[in-house]
């Protein structure tokens, strides 16, 4: 099952309100670039704890990690990460003030893209 892990701070209020709000959205724009049913995608956010937060360093508010395993039908590179990023900031309206990071893996390829507001 492909899966997205959205990694966030405990006090990243906007990026969580964008991640609630778009949520369904972001799993239809992987589906759409990937062989996949958006009922076949699960998406799982993870809080950072103060802690956690306190113990990391160069911490991105939120982290996009998309797992395709094993799918033979596409490629993963950069390019492929800058058109899914596209389609993220062309349909999700909450996303395009937020810096987030999306990286993609495909086993054995994977590609990474940046948005800063």
Same mark, same amino acid.
Do not use: S, W
């Given at each position: 099952m492909p899966h997205i892990?959205?990694?966030?701070? #405990?006090?990243a209020f906007a990026e969580r309100e964008a991640l609630k709000v778009h949520k369904e959205d972001i799993v239809r724009i992987l589906a759409e670039f990937s062989p996949y049913k958006p009922d076949?995608?699960?998406?799982?956010?993870?809080?950072l704890?103060?802690?956690?937060?306190e113990l990391s360093v160069n911490l991105v508010p939120l982290v #996009?990690?998309?797992d395709l395993g094993t799918?033979?039908?596409?490629s993963v590179d950069d390019?492929?990460?800058?058109m899914v990023r596209?389609?993220?900031l062309r349909r999700c309206s909450r996303l395009r003030l937020i810096h987030f990071i999306l990286w993609i893996k495909r086993h054995p390829d994977n590609g990474v893209a940046e948005h800063k507001p």
């Open positions: 892990h959205a990694t966030l701070p #405990f006090n076949d995608i699960l998406l799982e956010a993870k809080i704890t103060r802690e956690e937060v #996009f990690i998309i799918c033979p039908e596409i390019v492929y990460a800058g596209g389609a993220l």
